[in-house]
């Protein structure tokens, strides 16, 4: 075959029938990472942009600085959080087979990532996910039931059916409704921050955008707003490797993501994403130093994507079907309960109890919300809903549309 | 009462919004220590401190989408943007984030943002500093849509704008900064200084949204027109002598379609202005929104003058620029004279 020069597409390191391998991929053993004081400044800890924090070794044991060093009860709360987020996503993926929603996304693989991130916060920390971090809800305490109204598009959906499944707002545990242009909530984080400063509140803002996602605008825009004002916000790029079927390597000829926060001087750490203790310290910290006045933290939040990207995509047709199997930092929910039973305060048996009692949850949950209708078959939001909050208040010509359509 | 130009009651109002409510904050390229490229903020950093009245980086779309944050957490910010030229590398953010947070959150969120943006030509701007991009903005739910046309409403409407949770994107036709423009550009430029409009109250007072002025009385027809427009048709009607009744629309969302159908019905015959291209500008909504409401009234087709279905040109800018003489003949057409 000729060499003939032309231009360089990346490519996928594995396709569909091929043998994933990642015994190249570069993981710095746990425990290795150094954990900086609070207020260090950004130029003494470049490496970490290039490096991995790991808590978990190998034998699922927590070493290192990055240890939290937490309570088992709050490691139990993080295994229970992660788990129901897991078997929420299996059922409402059975539902919608089954027509009854018309669209979901699934967290596969990145459970730690709502959950270790969204515990480490405070109850005021204000958050600006993706439609990638639902399982925050958990953590804050949703109702299930609510959730799934959202979710099923019935009469209870507090969006009143305006927006697809999976693109919640809990106005009640400071959720910022979801948008499905990626990346538009990274600068809106970074504002919300600002404006906590204004106010000399000491609340932060976190917000999620995926590997895709940082190829967008708003992903400069956010960084450069945040490293400018010292906006106390909490910067992830979640790197699940796939947008879509977009490898990261499409997404970004860099080096990490995280070496991109070193150019907007702003502390930047990578870490494992299936590593719940990993991603409580990193996260705890960042928070710590922004309600402190440090400023921003910018994270990549190394990962793997473990399913479809949503209910529409089909990954077989790009990728391995095995992939997820060969992640080398293994599944969080997985690593977790094995650190736990390494502790002697778990069992696989208390873990198969759990799983169930969650299961009854979620079934018993879907029960209830269906009371108040489906997509399918109703009831949604009453009718005139649809002319309401386009507007504080509908102004002439909306109200006369409204009577047009017969309200 | 004082003599103001536009500038200064651009700054009057900001000045009295500033210092009656802590959580507006004003921010934009060249706003804070500058006092911005129009002076527009001249002085007011100084007065309410930094963190009130800042300096942005170059970036549309991250003035706008650190606005809606704000916003989102109890701010009432007032972004600038430089030229309304260049608003659109923040469109994503106007358009899918700002104008449908209340919507799509069920009216959970929102954020009471206001875009101030100087708009128009006559200026010597070229295509990047003369476009008029209101109709863009009109077409989007959940936005309103403003455009003053003199000092005494600038104040006022920019007032009711930043005080309205709803966002508002808020034009002002720079070629009327510092005076009337009646689209003669050989005449020696006008000052607010002499002109009844000019007149602006010091205190604090508001103008509501979603109504209409009537800039001049008028039996045989009807112009509807807004910013620079409304003091070219004004002048085509006294220099002409057409008995025409020129209408300030001053919000184009809300719209007063009442005044306007009001008019339509007495006049039977209507021209409408603006600067920007013809093709899906605001001129074609109103024609529609007319025929629909005033059909049976009307004795002639309604008929538009406009900037030309080009980018706005810098030499030939009065080729493009609609001018008095357009509108008259324009108006002669209509009334079939």
């Known amino acids: 075959m000729s060499k003939k020069k032309t231009l360089h597409v990346p490519d996928a390191p594995f396709r569909p029938g091929e043998k994933p391998d990642f015994s190249n991929l570069e993981l710095p053993k746990a425990g290795d990472a150094k954990k900086p004081k609070i207020m260090v400044e950004p130029s003494e800890i470049r490496d970490l942009a290039f490096s991995l924090v790991r808590v978990l070794d190998d034998k699922h044991e927590a070493v290192g600085p990055w240890d939290p060093k937490l309570d088992a009860s709050v490691l139990k709360k993080g295994l229970r959080h992660m788990s129901l987020l897991r078997i929420f996503d299996d059922r409402m993926l059975t539902m919608q087979r089954q027509g009854k929603l018309s669209f979901y996304m699934k967290s596969l693989g990145e459970e730690a990532v709502a959950i270790a991130q969204g515990m480490a916060l405070r109850s005021d920390d204000i958050l600006f996910p993706s439609y990638r971090q639902p399982g925050l809800q958990f953590v804050r305490g949703r109702d299930i039931v609510d959730m799934i109204c959202h979710c099923i598009t019935n009469v209870k959906d507090n969006v009143k059916g305006r927006q697809m499944p999976v693109h919640y707002s809990w106005k009640e545990g400071n959720f910022v409704s ?18 906590s400063a204004y106010k000399g509140e000491d609340n932060v803002s976190i917000s999620w955008v995926g590997d895709g996602t940082a190829a967008e605008g708003d992903f400069h825009y956010a960084l450069n707003f945040a490293s400018v004002y010292k906006a106390p916000v909490l910067l992830n790029v979640v790197n699940n490797q796939w947008a ?15 070496a991109r926060g070193i150019a907007y001087d702003v502390p930047s750490i990578r870490v494992d994403g299936n590593d719940f203790l990993a991603l409580y310290s990193v996260t705890s910290w960042a928070a710590e130093r922004a309600r402190k006045g440090g400023g921003p933290t910018f994270i990549e939040v190394f990962t793997y994507r473990g399913e479809a990207h949503s209910t529409s995509d089909d990954p077989t047709r790009y990728r391995p079907k095995d992939e997820w199997k060969s992640w080398p930092l293994g599944d969080p929910i997985e690593r977790l309960k094995a650190h736990l039973i390494g502790l002697e305060t778990w069992s696989e048996k208390e873990q198969n109890k759990l799983e169930k009692e969650l299961d009854a949850l979620v079934i018993k949950s879907y029960k209830e919300a269906e009371k108040h209708g489906t997509l399918s078959e109703g009831p949604w939001a009453p009718e005139d809903t649809l002319f309401e909050d386009v507007y504080k208040k509908p102004p002439r010509h909306l109200r006369k549309q409204r009577q047009e359509f017969g309200f | 009462m004082s003599q103001m130009n536009i500038i200064q009651s651009v700054n009057s109002a900001l000045d009295i919004i500033l210092e009656k409510d802590p959580n507006v904050c004003i921010f934009g390229q060249d706003v804070g220590y500058f006092g911005g490229v129009f002076r527009c903020t001249d002085g007011l950093q100084k007065k309410y401190g930094k963190h009130r009245v800042f300096d942005t980086p170059l970036s549309e779309g991250g003035i706008l989408s650190t606005a809606i944050g704000m916003g989102i957490n109890g701010l009432r910010p007032v972004a600038e943007i430089q030229f309304s ?20 959150s069920g009216g959970e969120y929102w954020a009471p943002v206001t875009v101030r943006t100087p708009c128009g030509g006559g200026i010597r701007g070229g295509h990047y500093h003369s476009q008029s991009p209101e109709a863009y903005f009109t077409h989007t739910p959940g936005l309103k849509v403003v455009i003053p046309s003199n000092p005494h409403d600038t104040k006022g409407l920019l007032i009711t704008s930043i005080e309205d949770d709803d966002p508002v994107i808020f034009f002002e036709p720079k070629r009327l900064y510092n005076g009337p423009f009646d689209g003669d550009h050989k005449k020696a430029a006008l000052k607010w200084d002499i002109h009844p409009k000019g007149e602006v109250p010091e205190d604090y007072y508001s103008i509501p949204l979603g109504k209409a002025a009537i800039e001049r009385p008028g039996n045989q027809i009807t112009v509807l027109t807004y910013g620079t427009m409304v003091h070219v048709a004004r002048e085509a009607a006294e220099s002409s002598g057409i008995d025409a009744e020129v209408i300030d629309l001053r919000s184009l969302v809300p719209l007063d379609i009442d005044t306007i159908t009001e008019s339509v019905r007495k006049t039977g015959r209507c021209v409408i202005v603006h600067e920007a291209p013809r093709t899906s500008g605001f001129g074609a909504e109103l024609s529609a929104q007319i025929q629909e409401e005033c059909f049976y009234h009307l004795e002639a087709p309604i008929a538009r003058v406009t900037g030309w279905d080009t980018p706005f040109p810098h030499s030939l800018e009065w080729e493009y620029f609609p001018s008095q003489e357009r509108v008259i003949e324009s108006m002669k057409k209509v009334l079939g004279s």
């Open chain 1, 244 to 258: 879509i079927s977009t490898h990261k390597n499409i997404s970004s000829g860099g080096a990490t993501f995280a």
């Open chain 2, 85 to 104: 030229d260049y608003i659109f590398p923040a469109f994503d953010q106007i358009t899918n984030e700002l104008a449908k947070l209340r919507y799509r």
């Open chain 1, 178 to 195: 979801i948008s499905s242009p990626v990346g538009t909530q990274f600068p809106q984080a970074v504002g919300c921050a600002m404006a």
